[in-house]
C-alpha cells in the first residue's frame, strides 16, 4: 500500500514532465523497480511488444523508429551505426542502458549496431523534456539521450524465469542467446550469454554511370559474443545492484566501395568490460541513487596491405573510464520539488602508435534544479548545471581545461481532462572534444573548443481515452536548435593533412508529428497503427560568403518517417515497417553530384505464441527484411544489403 | 493490401521529394581549352575530368562520365598526354585510364593490382615510348605505351611520388608519405638505359613535387611533417646526383613557365600564400609576389599555358566545394573564373 501512495505521490509529478507535455493517468505506467525509469509511457517508447513486433537486428533499427533520429549506417551485421537527435550530431547522443551510460571517450560514438535487441524490453528518446533526475547526469546534461532496458538487468516476474533464443539468417548469419532470472522481492539474481555471427558478404548490384554489375560485399564477416551477471537486493527502502558484462567482437570491415578496388582486408578486434553497480534509496518525500560504472575497451585495428609500413598497420587502443555519481530527488510538497546530483567520469587512452598522446581526462558534472506545479495545470522546471574537465597528456601538451555552466528551463501546461498537454523548453549544452579529436596523430587539433548547442522546443499532445476501442495518440513538437563551432574534420594544407577544426555553425529548423493509435476489435483481433514523419532543416549558417550558406548539411535527410501496421490475432501477430529517407548530400554543397538517394525500407514480420503448459512459451518469428530488395546506401560508397530473411524460435519460461 | 500500397507510396512520395538533376552540358569539339582534373574526396568515387572552353568559356563536367557512360573512380592524381593518348592515373582505385586525346572516349583501363594490394599509382611521366608511374606501394612501373601493358617494376623508397626526368635519368620522390611521422627523405635515381635504381640521394623529408629546368638541374619539394620541420625547394645536380642548394622558403609546389618557375610559397611575415617567379638560371627568386591571389582560397594548383601565354590557377576552395580554375595573363593579372568540379589540381592544355 505504501509503494502504491509513494507511486501516485510521483506519478502526479512527473505526469507534468512526460514527453509532450501531460499525459492522461492511465496511459502511463509506473513500475517500482530499481531502474530510472519512472514512467514510461506506452506511446512515446517502444514497449517489448513492440520490439517484438519490429524484429530488429540491434538497437538501431529500435531508435530509428523513433521521432527527429537520424540513422548513419554503413551496413553489415555489427557495422558501424550512430544516432544524432535533431540535427546535432551523433557525439551529442548518449546512450543509457538499465540506467548506467555507455561511454566513449575515444571517439565519443557508440556503435548501435553492436548492441544486440534481443534483450532489450524498453526503449525510448529523452532527448525532449529530460524528467528523468536519476539518471546519469552525464546523460541528463546531454544533447539528448536515449535510455534502454534490459531483461537481465532489473526485478521481474517473481520466480524463477529463462529465456532461450536461436536464430538463422542470410548471409549465414546466426545468432543465440539465453537469460536466466531469478527475482523475488527481496533478491534478484541473473546471468545471461548470447553469439552473434555473420559471414556478411551479400550481393549487391554496383551501378556505375550507365552500367550495372552484380557484387559481393566482402571482408564483412563479423563474429560477437557477450556474458554478463548481475545481482541485486532489495533492504527495507533500498535496492542495490551489482553487475558485470563482457563483450567480444571481431569482424572485417568492409569499407568503402571503391570502383575498380574492390578489396580490403582491414579488421578490428574488441574487447568490452564493463562492472556496474547502484543503490536507489526510496524514501517519503527523498529519493537517492549513487551509481558506478568501470569500464574497460581494448581495441586491436589491423590492416595488413597499408602501404605506409613493411607489415601494414597494427594497432591497439585502450580506452579506460570509471563513472562515479550521485543523484537526489526531495519532494518538499506535492507541488515543489528539488534535484541536485554530481557525477565524476575519469578515462583515458593508450595507443600503441608511435608518437601518440597519452591523455587522461577528470569530467566533473554537477546537476541542481527544481520542478514547481503551480494551479493544479502549469509545470515549471529550472535547471542549471555545471561541468568542469581537466585534461592531462602524459606524453606531450595538454589540451586546455574547460568550465561551463549551462541553463535548462520548461514549461508544461495541460488541458481539459488531461488530454491535451503543451511543453515548452529550452536547453543549451555542450559536446567535448574527444581524444582522436584532440590528440590523434597528424589530425588532432589540442585548440578544439567544445561544440555548443542551443535548442528551443515546443510540442504540443493528445491523448484519446483508451477505454475505448479505438484509442490514439497524437503529438506534433517544433525546434529551433543551433550547433556553434561543430567540430569537422577538414583538409588543411592539403588533402593528405587533414585536421580537425571548430568551422561550421548550423541551425536547425524541425518538427515532428507522430500518430499512434490501437483499434481492438474483439477480444482476439487488434490492429495498431504508428506513424511518424520528421522535418530536418538544418542548413550550414557559418559564412554567407561560402558556397554552402544556408544549404542542408551533408547526411541530413529534409524528410524521414516510419509507418508502421500491426496485426494481432491471439497468438499470431503480422507487422509491416516502413522506413524512409529523402534525399541527402554527401557533402554540405547541395548539387546533383554530391546526392544520395532516398531510401524506403520495408520490413514485413510475423510472429506466432504457442503457450504451452506451466508457463512455457514457445515462439517462432519470421521476418523478410528490405522486402523489396532496394538498392540503397546511408552513406554514400557504403551499399546496404537486399532483401534477406531471419527465422527465429524462442523459448521462455514466466 | 491496399492500405500496404497506400502506405509504401506515401513513403515513396516522401523519400523522392527534393530530387533535381541537372542536364549535362556536352562540349562538341575538344580543342583550344583546359582539360582538368579533379581529384574528387576519397572514398566519394567522384573523380572527375572537366573541360572549359576557351572559345566561348563553357564548361562541361563529368566529361570522362559523359564519353564512356561510367566514373573514373576515386581520387584523381595525376594527368598527362603522350602521343594521341591521354593516361589519367587513378590513386585509390589503383588504375591508369588511357583515353584517346581527341574524343576522350577509353582506350584501355589499366588495372594497378599487385594480387590483392592496390597499388595506388600516384603520377605518370613518359620517355623513349614507355610510362612511368610512381606507385605508392613502392615502385615505379614501367607501362608500354603502344601495347598498354606493364613491362616491368623499378623498386625505389616508400610511397614515391614526384616524378622527373633529365639527362637519361629519372627522378623519383620517394615522400613516405603513409608512414607519419618516420616518412622517407630520399629521391631514388633511375637509369632509363638500364631501368635500375642507381642511387637514392637523401633531400629531407618528405619529397612531393620534382621539376626539371631547362639546364639540367632537378628542383624538389620537400614537405617537412607538416609542424616541426617546414617544408623546403632543394635544387639536386643531374649530374652529379647530388644535393646543391636548399632554399629557405616554405615552397609547397613548383610550377614550369617558359624556361622559369612560378613557386608557391607560404610568407610568414604575411601570413598568406605567394606566388613567386624563380629564375632557373640565376637560382634565385626573382619577384616575391609575382601575382595576387585574392580570388583564390585554396591553391591547389598552377599551371601556365603557352597557346595562349595564360596562367590558370585550380582553386580547392576548402576542399569539399567544388573548385575552380582562375585565368590570369602572363602579367599576372586575374581575368575570369571557371567553376569545375570537386579538388580541381591538374590540368592539360588544348590548343
Known sequence: MKLVIISCLWFGIHCFGQQGGIQEINEVTYTYTLDTFNAKNVWEGLNAEKIESLQANDAADLIQKLTSTNIRSYGGLGGLKTVSSRGLGANHSIIVADGFGINNTQNGQVNLGQIHADNISYIRSDSDEKTQFLQPISAQVSGSHF?????????????????????????????????????????????????????????????????????????????????????????????????????????????????????????????????????????????????????????????????????????????????????????????????????????????????????????????????????????????????????????????????????????????????????????????????????????????????????????????????????????????????????????????????????????????????????????????????????????????????????????????????DLSIRYKDLGITISNYANSLRYALNENITANQVDGFLISTLSSHYTLKLRNKNKLTFRFTVKNLFDSQYAVIRSFVMPGRNYIIVMKYAFN | MRLIKFLSCLCLLLYSCGKNNEPPIETESISNGALVLCEGLFQQNNAQLSFVSFNNNQIENNVFLNRNGRQLGDTGNDIKKYGNKIYIVVNVSSTIEVLDANTLSSIKQISMMNGNTAKQPRAIVFHGGLAFVSCFDGYVDVIDTTSLSINSRIQVGSNPDGLAIANNKLYVGNSGGLNSPLMDSTVSVIDLNTLQEIKKITVGMNPGTIQADPFGDIYVVTRGNYTSIPSRMKRLNSVSDSLEQTFDLDISGISSFNNDFLVTYYDFTSSQNNVGLFNTYTEELELDSFMPLEEVETLYGLHYNPSNNKIYISDAMNYTNTGYLREYDAEGSYLQSFHVGLNPSKVLFYE
Open chain 1, 147 to 563: 535510455s534502454l532496458e534490459t531483461f537481465e538487468n532489473n526485478f521481474g516476474a517473481d520466480g524463477f524465469q529463462f529465456r532461450l533464443q536461436g536464430k538463422q539468417g542470410s548471409f549465414n548469419q546466426m545468432g543465440t542467446y539465453s537469460a536466466a532470472k531469478f527475482s523475488s522481492k527481496k533478491v534478484l539474481l541473473s546471468a545471461h550469454g548470447s553469439i552473434r555471427k555473420s559471414d556478411g558478404n551479400y550481393p549487391f548490384t554496383l551501378t556505375n554511370g550507365s552500367q550495372n554489375s552484380e557484387e559481393t560485399r566482402t571482408n564483412n564477416d563479423y563474429l560477437d559474443y557477450s556474458f554478463g551477471l548481475t545481482g541485486g537486493f532489495k533492504f527495507g527502502n533500498s535496492v542495490f545492484r551489482l553487475g558485470y558484462l563482457q563483450k567480444e567482437f571481431d569482424q572485417g570491415l568492409p569499407g568503402a566501395v571503391i570502383l575498380y578496388n574492390n578489396f580490403t582486408d582491414e579488421r578490428m578486434e574488441r574487447i568490452d568490460q564493463n562492472l556496474f553497480g547502484d543503490h536507489v534509496f526510496k524514501g517519503k518525500k527523498t529519493t537517492f541513487r549513487s551509481f558506478f560504472k568501470m569500464n574497460k575497451n581494448q581495441m586491436r585495428y589491423t590492416d595488413p596491405d597499408y602501404l605506409g609500413q613493411d607489415n601494414g598497420i597494427d594497432i591497439t587502443y585502450q580506452n579506460e573510464s570509471l563513472q562515479l555519481g550521485v543523484a537526489v530527488e526531495h519532494i518538499f510538497k506535492n507541488d515543489l520539488k528539488i534535484h541536485f546530483g554530481a557525477e565524476e567520469v575519469l578515462s583515458n587512452l593508450i595507443v600503441s602508435d608511435i608518437g601518440f598522446s597519452k591523455p587522461n581526462r577528470m569530467h566533473h558534472f554537477g546537476i541542481v534544479g527544481l520542478n514547481y506545479i503551480f494551479l493544479k495545470k502549469y509545470g515549471l522546471t529550472l535547471q542549471l548545471s555545471e561541468q568542469f574537465i581537466e585534461e592531462n597528456n602524459k606524453a606531450g601538451v595538454s589540451a586546455e581545461n574547460q568550465f561551463k555552466i549551462n541553463p535548462y528551463i520548461a514549461f508544461s501546461a495541460k488541458e481539459g481532462k488531461h488530454k491535451f498537454g503543451h511543453t515548452i523548453w529550452y536547453r543549451n549544452s555542450f559536446r567535448m572534444p574527444t581524444f582522436n579529436e584532440l590528440y590523434y596523430n597528424n589530425i588532432g587539433n589540442l585548440n578544439l573548443e567544445p561544440e555548443q548547442a542551443h535548442q528551443f522546443n515546443y510540442a504540443w499532445s493528445f491523448s484519446s481515452s483508451n477505454k475505448r476501442k479505438f484509442h490514439f495518440y497524437l503529438r506534433n513538437t517544433f525546434y529551433l536548435n543551433f550547433v556553434d563551432e561543430k567540430i569537422v574534420a577538414i583538409p588543411t594544407k592539403n588533402l593528405f593533412t587533414w585536421s580537425m577544426q571548430n568551422v561550421e555553425n548550423v541551425r536547425i529548423l524541425g518538427g515532428d508529428l507522430k500518430f499512434g493509435s490501437k483499434f481492438n476489435t474483439t477480444k482476439d483481433l487488434s490492429f495498431s497503427l504508428d506513424l511518424n514523419y520528421s522535418n530536418q532543416n538544418a542548413i550550414d549558417i557559418s559564412d554567407p560568403n561560402s558556397p554552402t550558406f544556408k544549404n542542408q548539411i551533408a547526411y541530413m535527410p529534409v524528410h524521414s518517417g516510419n509507418i
